[in-house]
């Protein structure tokens, strides 16, 4: 049986690609979400969760290859902005942590649309560009299990396989070596065109995509690159937040 879903207004970009994706992307409650951004009070830190997840599920939704994005999350805040936003909202069903929303979503996904590959995308991406998404995609339609390193190269902030390929997610503490342990592929300098001396080079190709935020640090540093539209007008409203 299917279940229960928001509205299904899932966007599809009219860009050609080889493979199609469904990008999952699970949001937990704000009231619990970044509970590690010590220093923030009253409702900056949900506001800030929430302006991070809209500005990952636009950029996913914008991504040329991705065909659907589907937001596992039981906030009914973050529903009704994803769901403005063109994703499909799924409840967390599973109640079993970040892997268990992913899978389910990814299981979703696949039953609907089985010629499309699945990946898993953290929520606080606030960075990401839909083309570093693109790119990394495309490294992954070609490798068929493959992931994105955070910028601290320990943890994942994407992980993505392709259509008939197992999907593995192993997010959490120490989620790169796990991720290598279930036979991914972590996407480098040669799977996204760079030559494999040009490390640099690669490492600001994807620099919004990897730049995760799950501490005041990382939110100056996601600044420095450059965040969406929701986090730049929520900071820039409250500028206490990075003082």
Same mark, same amino acid.
């Given at each position: 049986?299917?279940?229960?879903?928001?509205?299904?207004?899932?966007?599809?970009?009219?860009?050609?690609?080889?493979?199609?994706?469904?990008?999952?992307?699970?949001?937990?409650?704000?009231?619990?979400?970044?509970?590690? *951004?010590?220093?923030?009070?009253?409702?900056?830190?949900?506001?800030?969760?929430?302006?991070?997840?809209?500005?990952?599920?636009?950029?996913?939704?914008?991504?040329?290859?991705?065909?659907?994005?589907?937001?596992?999350?039981?906030?009914?805040?973050?529903?009704?902005?994803?769901?403005?936003?063109?994703? *499909?909202?799924?409840?967390?069903?599973?109640?079993?942590?970040?892997?268990?929303?992913?899978?389910?979503?990814?299981?979703?996904?696949?039953?609907?649309?089985?010629?499309?590959?699945?990946?898993?995308?953290?929520?606080? *991406?606030?960075?990401?560009?839909?083309?570093?998404?693109?790119?990394?995609?495309?490294?992954?339609?070609?490798?068929?299990?493959?992931?994105?390193?955070?910028?601290? $190269?320990?943890?994942?902030?994407?992980?993505?396989?392709?259509?008939?390929?197992?999907?593995?997610?192993?997010?959490?503490?120490?989620?790169?070596?796990?991720?290598?342990?279930?036979?991914?592929?972590?996407?480098?300098?040669?799977?996204?065109?760079?030559?494999?001396?040009?490390?640099?080079?690669?490492?600001?190709?994807?620099?919004?995509?990897?730049?995760?935020?799950?501490?005041?640090?990382?939110?100056?540093?996601?600044?420095?690159?450059?965040? $969406?539209?929701?986090?730049?007008?929520?900071?820039?409203?409250?500028?206490?937040? *990075?003082?």
């Amino acid at each position: 049986m299917a279940p229960d879903v928001y509205p299904d207004t899932a966007r599809s970009s009219a860009a050609p690609a080889a493979l199609r994706w469904s990008v999952v992307i699970p949001v937990k409650l704000l009231a619990q979400a970044k509970s590690r *951004l010590a220093g923030l009070t009253g409702t900056a830190r949900p506001e800030l969760a929430l302006a991070m997840a809209a500005d990952t599920i636009a950029a996913a939704a914008a991504a040329a290859s991705v065909a659907a994005v589907l937001v596992v999350t039981d906030d009914p805040v973050v529903a009704d902005i994803a769901t403005g936003l063109g994703a *499909l909202v799924l409840p967390d069903r599973p109640a079993a942590g970040l892997n268990g929303a992913l899978a389910y979503g990814a299981a979703y996904a696949r039953d609907q649309w089985p010629e499309r590959g699945r990946a898993g995308l953290a929520g606080d *991406l606030p960075a990401a560009r839909p083309g570093e998404l693109t790119a990394a995609l495309a490294a992954a339609a070609r490798l068929g299990a493959a992931f994105v390193p955070d910028a601290d $190269g320990t943890g994942t902030v994407l992980y993505a396989a392709a259509p008939g390929v197992e999907f593995l997610p192993q997010f959490g503490p120490d989620s790169r070596n796990r991720h290598l342990a279930v036979g991914a592929v972590e996407i480098g300098p040669g799977e996204i065109g760079q030559a494999e001396t040009d490390v640099t080079a690669t490492q600001a190709a994807l620099a919004g995509l990897r730049r995760d935020v799950d501490t005041l640090d990382n939110l100056r540093r996601a600044a420095a690159i450059g965040v $969406g539209e929701r986090t730049t007008a929520l900071l820039s409203a409250d500028a206490r937040i *990075l003082s």
